[in-house]
């Protein structure tokens, strides 16, 4: 199994970035990945997430109607649109499967078993 994050970098208050997440290794399709972000200092917290059998998400209140998760099947990737970012999205975002034999909720990082080596996004104000 295999998680690779790209797409991160400086943006400036209330511009955009696109990050992705290519998957290998294992059934895509039938998997749930996330994305988390960890701040100096703070805990790994999910900002959103995506079952791929079905198209259910969830997203982190911070960024409900700012972010937008979408997966491609054909690619094996899952991208995290951020539009509007604020300096206290500035954080190491990584992308994680969900352990399929997990019954945990989708935001719990406990969940999940294999993880990018993650990629940095700064917001500067």
């Known amino acids: 199994v295999q998680l690779v994050e790209s797409g991160g970098g400086l943006v400036q208050v209330g511009g955009s970035l696109r990050l992705s997440c290519a998957a290998s290794?294992?059934?895509?399709?039938?998997?749930?990945i996330g994305w988390f972000r960890q701040a100096p200092g703070k805990e790994r917290k999910a900002v959103a997430t995506?079952?791929?059998?079905?198209?259910?998400?969830y997203y982190a209140d911070s960024v409900r109607r700012r972010f937008t998760i979408s997966g491609d099947d054909a690619e094996k990737t899952v991208y995290l649109q951020m539009d509007s970012l604020k300096p206290e999205d500035t954080a190491v975002y990584y992308c994680?499967?969900?352990?399929?034999?997990?019954?945990?909720?989708?935001?719990?990082?406990?969940?999940?078993?294999?993880w990018g080596q993650g990629t940095q996004v700064t917001v500067s104000s």
């Open positions: 994680a499967r969900k352990n399929p034999d997990k019954l945990a909720v989708p935001a719990d990082p406990e969940a999940y078993d294999f």
């Open positions: 995506i079952r791929l059998t079905d198209g259910y998400r």
């Open positions: 290794g294992f059934a895509f399709e039938d998997s749930t």
